[in-house]
């Protein structure tokens, strides 16, 4: 299994960005997906969980600003954030979780800054 993300950059506070991630190979139609970031200096963070369901759950510095969703048929999670703060400023990893197996992308930079 393999895990492409895109759609980081560098935008100013208050700002919108919209990850995508892409999962190629031998995928069950049941997986978790999520997002963590990891800040300079500071360790990796889980933001966000989309079940095989399509239920949700987010961390509470997130929660009204960013939307996880999950297009199955393209194998593809999404992290739509607003009104981006210079917090938010990460390497952002998708995660997907299958069976016992544990899958990570390549990070996606996401810079917030004036």
């Known amino acids: 299994v393999q895990l492409q993300a895109s759609g980081g950059g560098l935008v100013q506070p208050g700002g919108s960005l919209r990850l995508s991630c892409t999962a190629s190979?031998?995928?069950?139609?049941?997986?978790?997906k999520a997002w963590y970031r990891q800040a300079p200096g500071k360790e990796r963070e889980w933001v966000a969980t989309s079940s095989p369901t399509g239920s949700t759950v987010y961390r509470d510095s997130v929660k009204g600003r960013f939307t996880i969703s999950r297009d199955n048929a393209k194998n593809t999670v999404y992290l739509q954030m607003n009104s981006l703060k210079p917090e938010d400023t990460a390497v952002y990893y998708c995660?997907?979780?299958?069976?016992?197996?544990?899958?990570w992308g390549q990070g996606t930079q996401v810079t917030i800054s004036s």
């Open positions: 995660n997907l979780k299958q069976g016992y197996d544990n899958y």
């Open positions: 190979g031998s995928l069950f139609s049941m997986n978790v």
